[in-house]
């Protein structure tokens, strides 16, 4: 949507910057919205969200738990808010059409196992505060 001016320079209209700013900067909360409808689709939901972020954040909460009971209690409900909303984009992202009924199957066990652990993370880190 560039336009040019009398002296031939170009120059881009203010809706097209507009648009264009808008689709490449998402907010974390959009982000994070489009994992828990299952856009990220399954494999990136499941290996990358789930498994290597969702226990890299629970190890976090894990060493914050050694070094304050308060600390590790405010990261593993951070832990626990995120698992939970990853686990819930894995169970949608399982539930798309294309997705084969044994993975589909494989990866919402995972996602109710992974509920349940931080479940019990964040009552192991709020009894010991």
């Excluded at 910057?17 to 399954?42: D, P």
């Excluded at 190890?59 to 405010?74: H, K, N, Q």
Aim: hydrophobic share 60%; net charge neutral; with cysteine.
């Amino acid at each position: 949507m560039n336009q040019r001016d009398e002296a031939g320079t170009s120059k881009e209209s203010a809706g097209s910057r507009t648009a264009e700013a808008s689709t490449e900067e998402l907010s974390l909360g959009a982000h994070f919205l489009g994992i828990m409808l299952g856009h990220a689709g399954l494999a990136k939901s499941f290996w990358l969200y789930g498994l290597l972020g969702g226990n890299l954040f629970c190890w976090m909460a894990y060493v914050a738990l050694g070094a304050s009971a308060i600390l590790g209690a405010v990261v593993a409900v951070l832990a626990a808010v995120y698992v939970i909303t990853v686990a819930v984009g894995v169970w949608n992202a399982a539930g798309k059409p294309a997705v084969d009924w044994g993975w589909a199957a494989f990866a919402r066990l995972f996602a109710v196992l992974w509920i349940l652990g931080a479940v019990a993370l964040v009552v192991v880190a709020v009894s010991n505060a």
